[in-house]
T-cell receptor, first 110, second 115 residues
Framework: RKEVEQDPGPFNVPEGATVAFNCTYS??????FFWYRQDCRKEPKLLMS?????NEDGRFTAQLNRASQYISLLIRDSKLSDSATYLC???????????WGAGTKLIIKP | DGGITQSPKYLFRKEGQNVTLSCEQN?????MYWYRQDPGQGLRLIYY???????QKGDIAEGYSVSREKKESFPLTVTSAQKNPTAFYLC??????????????FGQGTRLTVV
C-alpha cells in the first residue's frame, strides 16, 4: 500500500460545479497535511495547509479525518482556471519529511 | 524578488555522461531538497539537506550526488550510474526541516532527457 494515495482521475467537471476528492494516508502518526496545485509541466505550488479543524479559503475547503486517515479538498463554483493536478502531501517522522501523493487531475469544461 | 532558480530548464544528456543541475535560492532557507517526478507519479525524494555541508539520501539516491557548500546553492549531479535519468527534476526549499506546517517552495524544474 502506498503511503499517500490519490485517485489519479481525470475528473471531468463542468464549469460552475462542485468537485471533491480525497487522499488517504497510511501513517497514523502523520502530523501535517497540505494540498498543492501543479499545472501541466510546471512546479507545484501550495494551495492550502489542512488543519484539524478544517479550513476554507474562498471556494476551496480542506478537511482532515484522522480516524479514517484521509484529507479532502472541495472546490465550489469551479472555474476553467482550476484545471490542474492536485497533489496531496503528508509529513511525518521526527524531521517532518514530506510524502507526496501522485496527484489527482482535474479538468474543468466550459 | 525572493525565490528559487533552477537551470537549465531543458537538458539533454548523452548516455554515459554526467550532468549537473543548478539550484539557487535567496529565501535564506536552511532546508533544500531534490525531487524527481515521472509522468503520472508523485514526487520522489532524491536528496535533502538541512544545513550547509550536510545532506542525506532520500528514497531514490542511487546514481545521483549533491553538494551543499553554500546555504544558497544545492546542485544535483546525475551520474552515468543512473540508468533511467529522463525525468522532471524539481528543487525545493523550506525554512527548516524540523517544523510542522513548513511550506516547500519550488523552482521551475529541469526537464532532463537522455538522447
Amino acid at each position: 500500500r502506498k503511503e499517500v494515495e490519490q485517485d489519479p482521475g481525470p475528473f471531468n467537471v463542468p464549469e460552475g460545479a462542485t468537485v471533491a476528492f480525497n487522499c488517504t494516508y497510511s501513517n497514523s502518526a502523520s502530523q501535517s497535511f497540505f494540498w498543492y496545485r501543479q499545472d501541466c509541466r510546471k512546479e507545484p505550488k501550495l494551495l492550502m495547509s489542512v488543519y484539524s479543524s478544517g479550513n476554507e479559503d474562498g471556494r476551496f475547503t480542506a478537511q482532515l479525518n484522522r480516524a479514517s486517515q484521509y484529507i479532502s479538498l472541495l472546490i465550489r463554483d469551479s472555474k476553467l482556471s482550476d484545471s490542474a493536478t492536485y497533489l496531496c502531501v503528508v509529513s511525518a517522522g521526527s524531521n517532518y519529511q514530506l510524502i507526496w501523493g501522485a496527484g489527482t487531475k482535474l479538468i474543468i469544461k466550459p | 524578488d525572493g525565490g528559487i532558480t533552477q537551470s537549465p530548464k531543458y537538458l539533454f544528456r548523452k548516455e554515459g555522461q554526467n550532468v549537473t543541475l543548478s539550484c539557487e535560492q535567496n529565501l535564506n532557507h536552511d532546508a533544500m531538497y531534490w525531487y524527481r517526478q515521472d509522468p503520472g507519479q508523485g514526487l520522489r525524494l532524491i536528496y535533502y539537506s538541512q544545513i550547509v555541508n550536510d545532506f542525506q539520501k532520500g528514497d531514490i539516491a542511487e546514481g545521483y550526488s549533491v553538494s551543499r557548500e553554500k546555504k544558497e546553492s544545492f546542485p544535483l549531479t546525475v551520474t552515468s550510474a543512473q540508468k533511467n535519468p529522463t525525468a522532471f527534476y524539481l528543487c525545493a526549499s523550506s525554512i527548516d526541516l524540523g517544523s510542522m506546517n513548513t511550506e516547500a517552495f519550488f523552482g521551475q524544474g529541469t526537464r532532463l532527457t537522455v538522447v
